[in-house]
C-alpha cells in the first residue's frame, strides 16, 4: 500500500514519524501498523497530550473520610463466613503488571516469593482460594486480569500447573486495554519497525472491563452479589475475607476500603479523604504539612485511612458504573520503555524516556453513593512486592510472610512457633474444624507445614 494512503489514519502531520519504516515494512507487517492505528483513541490520545501540559495542583479542598470502623468484630466475620458458603463472593485478581522492577520478564505473579517453597505470587493466590473454599464446602470463583503482554503466558502459567489445584471452571480470565507511550516531545513513537509503544491503561477500568467481559453476568447468575478485589503483588491479601465482607454486606455500601491506619504523618502512602463531597484517594504529596499532622480529639491523625488498594465492591455498583461508561481520569508516569533505533532495531531503554498513562480503580469512588472503610493492622494484610531490593522487596515481603504465619499458627496451636523460617499452608488461613483440632497444642517439626501432617 503508498505511503499516501496511510496518512489519513493519522491526526497530524507531527505523528506520520510512526510511518519511517514503512518501505521496509512486507505488506502483512503493513497491515498490522495499519490495524493498530485504527484502534487509536485519538480523542482520548488528544487528552494524554494535554495532560503533560496540566498543572499538578490539586485545587479542590479535602475533608477527612469519616466513615471507617476497626476490625475485630466477631459479628462481622461469621457474617461473611455465612455468606461465602452460600457463594456470594468472588474474588477479582488485579494481575496486569510486568516484572521490570523486579528483573524478571513477563506477569509479576510467576515471581517466586515464598520463604520455603518458593510459591509464585499466583501460587499463593490460587492454594488460598483452594483453602477458602475447603472451609465453605464449595468451590469459590476467582477472576484475573491480565494485559495483552502478559496475558497468553498467565493463562499459560496455570495450565502448566494445572490450576494449582482449582477446578479450571472456576477461574476466568480477562484483559485490561492499552493506551500509546509518548515520547518527551509528548508524541507517538515506535517500539519495533511496525508497531507503536503502547503500555496497559491500567486497573481504573478493571470493574468496566470485568463487566464486559461477560465474567460478571455469569458471577451473577451464580449468585455472587460481592466482588473482593486484590492486587496480585500482595501475597498477604486475603482473597475471600469474611470479616470484610460482614462488614461490607452490613453497611450495604457500593464500596468498603480494606484500609490501614496511617502511622506517622509522613508516612508516603496514599490516603482516603473527602473531596467534593465523594470519596477519593490522594497521594502522600497532595497533602499539605498542616493536614499530615492534623489530629483528631482522641490523638489519631486526622487523614489516618491508609489506601492499599484492597477493596469490596457490591455487584449492582459494578454493572451500574460499566452501564453509565463514567469517565475516569488519567495519571501520568516518566518511565523506560522500548523504542526501535534508527537500524529498526528494538531496544530497551536504560532511563526512562517516555510517558506512560493509567487510570487507578480508586478513581471510581467518586461514583459511589457509599463508601466505607474498614481499617486491620498492617502486618495482617499488607506487604506489596515492587522492588528487587530495599523497600518493598522480597526481603521484606518475605519477613512479612513469616510474621504473619507465626501469628496465624500461635492462634491456632495456642503454642509458641518455631524460632527457625517456616511456611503455612494456605489451609491455615481459613482453618476447618478438623485442622484447628488436629494441631491444637502442637508445634511443628518441619520447615513447610502442611494441613494433615502434625
Known amino acids: 500500500m503508498p505511503i499516501e494512503l496511510v496518512y489519513h489514519f493519522l491526526p497530524q502531520e507531527k505523528e506520520t514519524q510512526v510511518l519511517r519504516f514503512w518501505s521496509t515494512l512486507t505488506p502483512e507487517e503493513q497491515q498490522q501498523l495499519i490495524s493498530q492505528i485504527e484502534k487509536i483513541d485519538f480523542n482520548l490520545l488528544q487528552l494524554q497530550k494535554q495532560l503533560l501540559q496540566a498543572s499538578p495542583s490539586r485545587y479542590s479542598p479535602i475533608e477527612p473520610f469519616m466513615d471507617f470502623s476497626f476490625s475485630g468484630q466477631t459479628d462481622n466475620f461469621l457474617a461473611g463466613k455465612q455468606l461465602i458458603r452460600e457463594g456470594r463472593m468472588g474474588c477479582l485478581v488485579l494481575a496486569g503488571g510486568q516484572g521490570t522492577r523486579l528483573r524478571v520478564d513477563g506477569p509479576k505473579g510467576r515471581f517466586p516469593v515464598s520463604l520455603?517453597?518458593?510459591k509464585s505470587l499466583f501460587q499463593l493466590c490460587a492454594e488460598k482460594v483452594l483453602a477458602a473454599g475447603k472451609q465453605a464446602g464449595r468451590p469459590l470463583a476467582l477472576a484475573v486480569m491480565t494485559s495483552p503482554e502478559n496475558d497468553a503466558i498467565t493463562k499459560g502459567f496455570f495450565?502448566?500447573?494445572?490450576?494449582?489445584?482449582?477446578?479450571?471452571?472456576q477461574v476466568s480470565f480477562f484483559c485490561q486495554g492499552m493506551l500509546p507511550l509518548l515520547d518527551a516531545q509528548g508524541h507517538l513513537f515506535l517500539e519495533s519497525r511496525n508497531r507503536i509503544a503502547e503500555g496497559p491503561y491500567g486497573n481504573?477500568?478493571?470493574?468496566?472491563?470485568?463487566?464486559?467481559?461477560?465474567?460478571?453476568?455469569?458471577?451473577?447468575?451464580?449468585?455472587?452479589?460481592?466482588?473482593?478485589?486484590?492486587?496480585?503483588?500482595?501475597?498477604?491479601?486475603?482473597?475471600?475475607?469474611?470479616?470484610?465482607?460482614?462488614?461490607?454486606?452490613?453497611?450495604?455500601a457500593d464500596v468498603t476500603l480494606k484500609c490501614t491506619e496511617k502511622g506517622k504523618p509522613q508516612e508516603k502512602v496514599?490516603?482516603?479523604?473527602?473531596?467534593?463531597?465523594?470519596?477519593?484517594v490522594i497521594e502522600y504529596s497532595e497533602l499539605s504539612e498542616e493536614d499530615k499532622h492534623a489530629l483528631q480529639p482522641n490523638g489519631r491523625l486526622k487523614y489516618c485511612c491508609a489506601s492499599l488498594s484492597l477493596f469490596c465492591f457490591s455487584m449492582d455498583f459494578i454493572q451500574r458504573l460499566?452501564?453509565?461508561?463514567?469517565?475516569?481520569?488519567?495519571?501520568?508516569?516518566?518511565?523506560?520503555?522500548?523504542?526501535?533505533?534508527?537500524?529498526?532495531?528494538?531496544?530497551?531503554?536504560?532511563?526512562?524516556?517516555?510517558?506512560?498513562?493509567e487510570m487507578f480503580i480508586f478513581d471510581v469512588l467518586r461514583y459511589a453513593n457509599k463508601v466505607s472503610a474498614l481499617l486491620f493492622p498492617r502486618e495482617e494484610i499488607?506487604?506489596?512486592?515492587?522492588?528487587?531490593?530495599?523497600?518493598?522487596?522480597?526481603?521484606?515481603?518475605?519477613?512479612?510472610?513469616?510474621k504473619r504465619d507465626r501469628q496465624i499458627l500461635r492462634a491456632i496451636t495456642g503454642e509458641e512457633p518455631p524460632s527457625?523460617?517456616?511456611?503455612l499452608a494456605a489451609d491455615f488461613y481459613y482453618p476447618t474444624p478438623e485442622l484447628i483440632a488436629r494441631w491444637k497444642g502442637r508445634v511443628?517439626?518441619?520447615?513447610?507445614?502442611?494441613?494433615?501432617?502434625p
Request: glycine content about 6%; some cysteine.
Open 420 to 423: 527457625t523460617p517456616f511456611e
Open 159 to 169: 495450565a502448566e500447573n494445572q490450576f494449582f489445584g482449582l477446578d479450571p471452571a
Open 444 to 453: 511443628p517439626t518441619t520447615s513447610y507445614v502442611e494441613a494433615d501432617n
Open 322 to 357: 460499566a452501564a453509565e461508561q463514567t469517565p475516569l481520569p488519567l495519571h501520568k508516569a516518566w518511565k523506560a520503555a522500548k523504542f526501535v533505533n534508527e537500524e529498526g532495531v528494538t531496544q530497551l531503554s536504560a532511563t526512562p524516556i517516555a510517558w506512560k498513562f
Open 382 to 402: 499488607f506487604a506489596p512486592l515492587k522492588n528487587y531490593t530495599g523497600e518493598d522487596s522480597i526481603e521484606t515481603v518475605q519477613q512479612a510472610l513469616l
Open 116 to 118: 520455603i517453597k518458593k
Open 270 to 280: 496514599g490516603v482516603v479523604v473527602k473531596e467534593n463531597g465523594h470519596c477519593s
Open 204 to 252: 481504573g477500568k478493571a470493574l468496566h472491563d470485568f463487566f464486559q467481559s461477560g465474567i460478571w453476568q455469569k458471577w451473577s447468575q451464580q449468585g455472587i452479589r460481592y466482588v473482593n478485589t486484590v492486587l496480585i503483588d500482595n501475597p498477604l491479601a486475603d482473597p475471600f475475607d469474611a470479616e470484610l465482607l460482614g462488614f461490607h454486606a452490613g453497611q450495604n
